[in-house]
Nanobody
């Protein structure tokens, strides 16, 4: 199963990016999807997740009000809209999928993407 992330790049503080993660190998609507990130010298951390029917979304506290996760089940794609970016958001962003609740995706993700780099400069 391949999860293919795109949309990363370099922006200045206060800028925006929209990440996408697409797959064609799973029954997409059955899977909770999420985004994780790993900053320089840091452990990988949970960013956001969304249930298969988009009813439930979860965010880590540091991105609430700035990031929005969404999905288009017709396109087998999940998105992460990132606004008001700061240097602390710098890292490799990974997409993940699991047949689990969105709130437990961090522990039960089955598939992972290769990651896309996000760099925010001050």
């Amino acid at each position: 199963v391949q999860l293919v992330e795109s949309g990363g790049g370099s922006v200045q503080t206060g800028g925006s990016l929209r990440l996408s993660c697409a797959t064609s190998d799973i029954t997409f609507s059955l899977y909770a999807m999420g985004w994780f990130r790993q900053g320089p010298g840091k452990e990988r951390e949970f960013v956001a997740s969304i249930s298969g029917n988009s009813r439930y979304t979860y965010y880590t506290d540091s991105v609430k009000g700035r990031f929005t996760i969404s999905r288009d089940n017709a396109k087998n794609t999940v998105y992460l809209q990132m606004n008001s970016l700061t240097p602390e958001d710098t890292g490799v962003y990974y997409c993940a999928a699991g047949v689990t609740g969105a709130e437990t995706l961090e522990k039960k993700a089955t598939y992972w993407g290769q990651g896309t780099q996000v760099t925010v400069s001050s």
